[in-house]
């Protein structure tokens, strides 16, 4: 039995926390991006796609760095919103939530767009026939079929977001209790002395739940692909 400390629970459950409400925010953006590029040509499209995927390509320090320039209590948008709002990102766990879904947005949309590109516009266009509205064509056609493929973005950048590090520390840092993902914790671990059972216990908890989400995404992609194909 693995015996899980008070302060690794913390990690643990703020990981989760951070990952849920960025896959959740995130995901109506990844939605509508997603459709943006299956279904409109326009100027500027590959430099959106290629914007789209660029923290995959970028070191993670970069992202993290850019999202304190733009976020930070001093940044041009993160000034604003903490004068007039009162929301701040900045060392908070709000903005290792905002790190995460950046980081594991381009993870979300891919497997939407493919699922969206996969679908027969001629059922979307059957409906338009038959007087519906755009907003509905998309309700009640694209989105339901493209479900499975919205499902397996969503875990995949659950999955992401559990085992992101790079960014969220650069942007949040390190606070126990505020900002301390279990990514984050298995790095201070490891550079304390009797800390490597601690580092132990929060890498195997990370390898399972990263696995428990690539095996829900296969399975939801290869739902998406058996019902595209009617079986």
């Known amino acids: 039995m693995i015996e899980i400390s008070p302060t690794e629970w913390t990690a643990i459950l703020l990981?989760?926390?951070?990952a849920v409400i960025a896959t959740l925010v995130a995901t109506p953006f990844g939605i509508a991006l997603a459709w943006l590029l299956a279904r409109r040509d326009f100027w500027g499209k590959s430099l959106l796609d290629a914007a789209v995927h660029l923290p995959l390509v970028l070191p993670p320090v970069v992202t993290g760095y850019l999202l304190l320039l733009t976020f930070g209590r001093r940044g041009l948008v993160g000034g604003w919103l903490a004068d007039h709002l009162g929301i701040v990102f900045a060392f908070r766990w709000t903005g290792a939530a905002l790190a995460c879904g950046v980081m594991s947005f381009p993870l979300l949309v891919r497997?939407?767009?493919?699922?969206?590109?996969?679908?027969?516009?001629r059922l979307e266009q059957a409906?338009?026939?038959?007087g519906a509205a755009p907003w509905r064509v998309f309700a009640t056609v694209t989105?339901?079929?493209a479900l499975p493929g919205v499902l397996?973005?969503?875990?995949?950048?659950?999955?992401?977001?559990i085992g992101e590090f790079g960014a969220t520390i650069t942007f949040v840092s390190n606070i126990p209790g505020e900002t301390q993902t279990i990514s984050s914790a298995i790095y201070s671990l490891i550079q304390?002395?009797?800390?490597?059972?601690a580092a132990a216990r929060l890498v195997v908890i990370s390898i399972v739940l990263a696995l428990g989400a690539l095996v829900a995404a296969e399975w939801?992609?290869?739902?998406?692909?058996?019902?595209l194909h009617g079986q």
């Open 127 to 130: 409906a338009e026939t038959l």
């Open 220 to 227: 939801f992609a290869r739902r998406a692909t058996a019902r």
């Open 111 to 121: 497997p939407i767009r493919l699922s969206i590109e996969a679908i027969d516009q």
């Open 192 to 197: 304390t002395p009797d800390g490597d059972s």
């Open 152 to 161: 397996a973005g969503m875990v995949l950048g659950f999955a992401k977001a």
């Open 143 to 145: 989105l339901p079929l």
């Open 15 to 18: 990981s989760l926390r951070v």
